[in-house]
């Protein structure tokens, strides 16, 4: 048994203790405490885990069982998402606030424990409260078995490079100031590699990241985009790049210099180091696809040669924030392994066809005063959508989502997620939709949709063009899927079909439905519980962009979800 203890330090604290099954037992202690951090000429409070930002890395092996003792000390309610965990029959362990558990109360604690089987790669952890998963974050490496290897080269070391974002304030304040207005939130102030904006910010001269290389070896980065709201291109002057798994799934290899990674995703490099003994930059930023003011400055560190003179680094070229093109070759061209440790075949009999439509829409001030004026358009709020219906989490009604579906509690949420949208319209040309009443206002509504275990079930992610034309990020809990296709405008079944893969498509735990366009997506729900889908775009996900499976249980008692624990949190 390996045991690691973290605690979430902040300016506020947190403790994570972590357990894993295995053949040893070591053991890590961090103190808890207030974690204060100096970036862009500014000392900032923040919350985080054990005192780090990123947080610590959990390294674990398929098969191994983990559990984490999560010691809330920080002044807000909070909960821990593993993102991309199946969490088979611990749906308990999932983390999203309200959907899976109550949050943790300030001053109290959680146990999270769950099995590892069938993954392996780069996936990570995050809160999945508010936006506290803006600093309370980390990498999760899964690693093959003991006497198994990965499906190429042996690397000769492993780097996590984790690219977020930045705000010299308190980012609860910056989300709350928002939500107080209807307004979108205040943009970032940068973006970081590994907690470090790097030197192109004011007062960052010491605060880039820097690997330090031999030359002729080969390096696994496993790269995160853990930033809330901007996808992200990704360069190293002079280097290229050898794709071989995303979202922890190995993929066939692919040659890119650029990767594009969207928030929420993974994506894992092998990186040769053959160029010139000197230094090079490594560089980060946005891929954009709005009109208007937004965060477009570029975080860097630094790759350095063993033996290297201290020359200026060499800089990458990065595309234009707006080039689609890129984004789209990069996310379309990469295909699965086929054969490869975990692959699986795509499900063939789909028994549920869904039609999903996905973008931004308005809502009504509602505050009070005479003015009653809001800060989206025409003096509305911001709202957002999925086949024409807002999520509501539920807060204050006694349970969480999954622990009303396993206590048969009525008054929670409801069954009628609809299968499409209530009007055909012409999802993706703004000039006609542009806020049309009947399409940009969207009920509020806590609905999700029935599944019947182990069914199959077969997506298409309309983007719409209602307020804006945007690439909008889905996540699914509980489940990785196939891409089968992928386009722009308007999906049509006769035209598009024909171009599924069903061979060796992408599977992934994130998709970022493409700007103006559209996604097929297929998995199969053999997991009971309750499982948040939503844009991973944190500015979208408190408008209501989001919804739920509920998968029923199965026949036999392994396939049937299993009680709480006893420490579960309550509303």
């Not at 080039?323 to 990069?330: I, M, Q």
């Not at 889905?474 to 386009?487: D, E, K, R, S, Y």
């Amino acid at each position: 048994m390996k045991i690691f203890r973290f605690s979430v330090t902040s300016a506020f604290a947190l403790l994570l203790t972590i357990s894993l099954a295995s053949a040893a037992v070591v053991e890590h202690t961090f103190n808890v405490g207030n974690f204060s951090v100096q970036r862009l000429c500014k000392q900032q409070a923040i919350t985080a885990v054990n005192g780090k930002l990123p947080g610590p890395t959990i390294k674990v092996r398929e098969g191994d069982t983990l559990v984490v003792h999560v010691f809330n000390k920080s002044p807000y309610n909070l909960t821990i998402h593993w993102h991309g965990i199946f969490q088979l029959l611990s749906g308990w362990s999932d983390g999203p606030e309200y959907i899976t558990q109550c949050p943790i109360p300030s001053g109290s604690s959680y146990t999270y424990k769950f099995n590892i089987t069938g993954q392996e790669g780069t996936l990570w952890w995050h809160a999945h409260s508010s936006w506290l998963r803006a600093t309370v974050h980390g990498a999760l490496i899964i690693r093959p078995r003991l006497g198994h290897s990965y499906p190429f080269i042996k690397p000769y070391k492993e780097v996590p490079i984790l690219i977020g974002e930045w705000w010299n304030a308190n980012v609860l304040d910056v989300e709350n100031q928002a939500q107080a207005t209807g307004a979108a939130p205040n943009n970032s102030n940068a973006f970081t590699i590994n907690g470090l904006p790097g030197d192109f910010y004011p007062c960052s001269q010491n605060q880039t990241f820097k690997l330090n290389v031999k030359k002729g070896k080969t390096y696994l980065l496993r790269i995160i985009n853990v930033a809330l709201n901007e996808q992200q291109f990704f360069k190293i002057a002079n280097h290229k790049f050898k794709v071989v798994a995303i979202d922890a799934g190995y993929t066939k290899p692919y040659d890119t210099d650029v990767v594009v990674v969207a928030p929420g995703q993974t994506t894992d490099v092998l990186l040769r180091t053959n160029q010139k003994e000197g230094s090079y930059y490594m560089a980060a930023s946005p891929y954009h696809t709005l009109n208007g003011v937004f965060d477009n400055t570029t975080t860097r560190g630094v790759v350095v040669y063993h033996g290297a003179s201290s020359a200026t680094p060499k800089m990458p070229i990065l595309p234009a924030f707006n080039d689609t093109p890129t984004a789209f070759k990069f996310y379309s061209n990469i295909t699965g392994l086929v054969g490869a440790p975990h692959w699986v075949p795509v499900p063939c009999d789909v028994d549920e066809h869904m039609f999903i439509t996905v973008g931004v829409n308005l809502d009504h001030c509602n505050l009070p005063g005479p003015n009653n004026t809001c800060g989206g358009p025409n003096g509305l709020r911001f709202s957002a959508s999925m086949n024409n219906e807002s999520f509501v989490l539920p807060r204050g009604r006694g349970f969480s989502i999954l622990e009303a579906f396993f206590r048969n509690k009525n008054g929670v949420y409801t069954k009628d997620f609809p299968n499409k949208p209530p009007i055909v319209f012409d999802y993706t040309n703004p000039a006609i939709n542009n806020l049309n009443p009947s399409l940009a206002f969207a009920p509020k509504s806590t609905k999700v949709k029935t599944l019947k275990f182990n069914s199959t079930v077969e997506i298409v992610l309309q983007n719409t063009a209602i307020l804006a034309v945007e690439s909008h990020p889905m996540h699914i809990h509980g489940f990785n899927f196939h891409v089968l296709a992928q386009g722009f405008g308007n999906y049509n079944s006769t035209r598009d079909k024909p171009k599924f893969n069903l061979v060796n498509p992408q599977m992934r735990n994130t998709i970022a439905v493409p700007v103006g366009g559209w996604a097929v997506i297929r998995f199969k729900a053999n997991n009971p519980g309750v499982w948040f889908m939503h844009c991973h775009l944190d500015v979208h996900l408190p408008w209501g962009f989001a919804m739920a499976f509920e998968v029923k249980n199965g026949p036999t008692a392994s396939s049937t979800l299993p009680p709480p624990p006893a420490d579960f949190p309550k509303c």
